[in-house]
C-alpha cells in the first residue's frame, strides 16, 4: 500500500469538523457539476457522474444536495460557473513528487493560492509534466480490515478481474484499472463487500521513503494544498511511517 493511500485512510478514520466537512461538500458538488456538463445527468451513461455520486454519499452529502446539484446543470443555472480542471505539479521536502488536482473559477487565484503553499512549506511548484510520468491511474477500493475476511475479500477482488490486492495490519487495497473499477466495486458490493470507500486515483510507479523532519513537513504541505477551496485530489509519492503518519494526523 502507498505511503499517501495510509495517510488518506487515517485522516479518513479521524473523522472531520463540521467545518471541514462543510468544505468537503462544497468540493463534492463542484465535482457533480462537472460531471454532469462534461456527460450529461444520466449517470448510468456518464462513469465520472456515477462515481461522483458514488463519492458524495460516501461522504454523506445528502440526497437532496446532490440531486440539486445536477438539476443545476440540467436548470441552466450552472452555466454561470466557468469551471475548470487544471492539474498542477511540483515537488515537496526530499523531492517527493506532488500532483495537485484543481477545479477553478479563476486560474490565476487557485495557481497563485497553490504556489503559495508550495513555496512556504519547502516545496516548489514545477512544469507541466515534470512529475506526472510517475504516477498512472488507477481504481482503488480499499477497506477497514478490521471484521473483515480478507481472504474473501480477496479471492472476491481477484474473480471480479482487479488488478491487484494488498494487505496490511489495518486495511486491504484492491487496485483496479480505470475501465474496469466500476465493474469490480459493484461485484464486490454484490456478494455482500461494500467498501468503506473507493475511487478513481494516481498510483505513484516509484516512492520517496522520508523520515523525520522531511516527513513532517512533506505530510504539513500536503494537507495544506488540500484544505484549499480549488483543490480536488492531491497525490504525492512519500513513503512514511505509520508511527509518523499517526502522529501527524493529530496536530
Known sequence: MSGHSKWATIKRKKGKTDAQRGKIFTK????????TKEGGPDPTGNSRLRMAIEKAKESNLPNDKIKRAIERVAGGEAD???????????YGPGGVAILVETLTDNKNRTVSEVRN?????????GSSGCVAWNFEKKGLIVYDKKGKNDEAISLAAVE????????????????????NFHQVRQSLIDVGHKPDSSEITMNAKTTVKLEGEDAHKVLKLVSLLEDL???????????????????????
Open 28 to 35: 463534492l458538488i463542484r465535482e457533480l457539476i462537472t460531471a
Open 229 to 251: 477551496d480549488d483543490v480536488q485530489k492531491v497525490h504525492a509519492n512519500f513513503d512514511i511511517s505509520k508511527e509518523i503518519l499517526e502522529e501527524e494526523s493529530k496536530q
Open 80 to 90: 454561470e460557473d466557468q469551471i475548470e480542471e487544471v492539474v498542477y505539479e511540483g
Open 117 to 125: 503553499v508550495f513555496t512556504k512549506h519547502g516545496g516548489n511548484m
Open 160 to 179: 471480479a478481474g482487479a488488478e491487484d490486492v494488498n494487505t496490511d495490519e489495518e486495511v486491504i487495497e484492491v487496485t483496479t484499472t480505470p475501465e
